[in-house]
């Protein structure tokens, strides 16, 4: 299972201090949050479009190349590279820098999510780094994103409307993604602990939920402040689907390896 961080940009500090925050919507924040939900949706699409091009080698070629070294490593650490990496080079994002950021990481973890669709099509089990056997088709892939996607909404929806501060929790996701991604590293390739790799899929899970949430309520905050801006709009809107595209892309995973797990 691939894990990404998060992108913490400058976007991401409003309203610390508050321990509750006004909820009250108009209808250019309503269109802007529009504009990053179909961003994200369409990065979606594009996502499944890739697997399934991938997955099922309709272009033997490109499904050979991608998915063999050195560019199965690419693909892997890609998204990963390009995350941190745009947290010291990209201080002052543009609209065409954050833009290409987002569809090349989509491009990449399309590719990735190809494994699910190859297994599926095979028929065969495979099992995890830890060896946990998994069992996945069409109809668990589509049962894993349903259930996803329900959570999702019900996440962002949550934090679109609290009167609650979720802001002060930035800095515990963060450092909790950080740590997951560390020990799921150590345990792939160290300790290969089944159990172990049950809870780091139960942490991802949370942590996850946290983001969408808080994401979706730094959004909703950060765009009183750029209001008008059209560069900084462009910029915000890029990176609101950037970080609700991960959360949803990491939820989705650990679910349908929950409901795939033959052990």
């Given amino acids: 299972m691939q894990r990404y961080d998060t992108h913490m940009n400058q976007f991401s500090r409003p309203a610390y201090g508050a321990a509750s925050l006004d909820t009250s919507v108009d209808a250019g924040l309503r269109s802007?949050?529009?504009?990053?939900?179909?961003?994200?949706?369409?990065?979606?699409?594009i996502?499944?479009?890739?697997?399934?091009?991938?997955g099922s080698a309709m272009v033997p070629a490109l499904t050979a190349a991608v998915l063999s070294p050195p560019l199965i490593f690419v693909v892997q650490f890609g998204p990963i590279a390009l995350l941190f990496g745009s947290m010291f080079?990209?201080?002052?994002?543009s609209p065409m820098?954050?833009?290409?950021?987002?569809?090349s990481i989509v491009a990449l973890i399309g590719t990735g999510l190809s494994v699910w669709v190859a297994l599926a099509l095979a028929g065969t089990g495979a099992e995890t780094?830890?060896?946990?056997?998994?069992?996945?088709?069409?109809?668990?892939?589509?049962?894993?994103?349903?259930?996803?996607?329900?959570?999702?909404?019900?996440?962002?929806?949550?934090?679109?409307?609290?009167?609650?501060?979720?802001?002060?929790?930035?800095?515990?996701?963060?450092?909790g993604i950080i740590g997951v991604l560390v020990i799921g590293i150590v345990?792939?390739?160290?300790?290969?602990?089944?159990?172990?790799?049950?809870?780091?899929?139960?942490a991802v899970l949370g942590l996850m939920a946290g983001v969408t949430a808080w994401q979706t309520q730094n959004l909703k905050l950060?765009?009183?402040?750029?209001?008008?801006?059209q560069r900084s709009m462009a910029v915000l809107t890029n990176f609101g689907a950037l970080n609700l595209y991960i959360a949803f892309i990491n939820m989705f995973q650990v679910i349908l390896m929950l409901l795939g797990n033959r052990d």
């Fill in 89 to 93: 080079f990209m201080r002052n994002p």
């Fill in 187 to 202: 345990n792939s390739f160290f300790i290969q602990s089944s159990g172990m790799e049950l809870l780091i899929q139960l």
């Fill in 222 to 229: 950060t765009y009183a402040q750029v209001a008008g801006d």
């Fill in 129 to 175: 780094a830890s060896g946990t056997a998994l069992n996945v088709t069409f109809q668990t892939i589509a049962l894993a994103f349903v259930i996803t996607a329900s959570a999702f909404f019900g996440l962002s929806i949550y934090g679109y409307t609290t009167k609650t501060n979720l802001q002060p929790i930035r800095a515990f996701l963060f450092m």
């Fill in 47 to 54: 996502s499944a479009a890739i697997a399934y091009v991938v």
């Fill in 97 to 103: 820098g954050s833009a290409v950021l987002y569809w």
């Fill in 32 to 45: 802007f949050m529009l504009g990053v939900y179909n961003k994200m949706g369409l990065g979606l699409l």
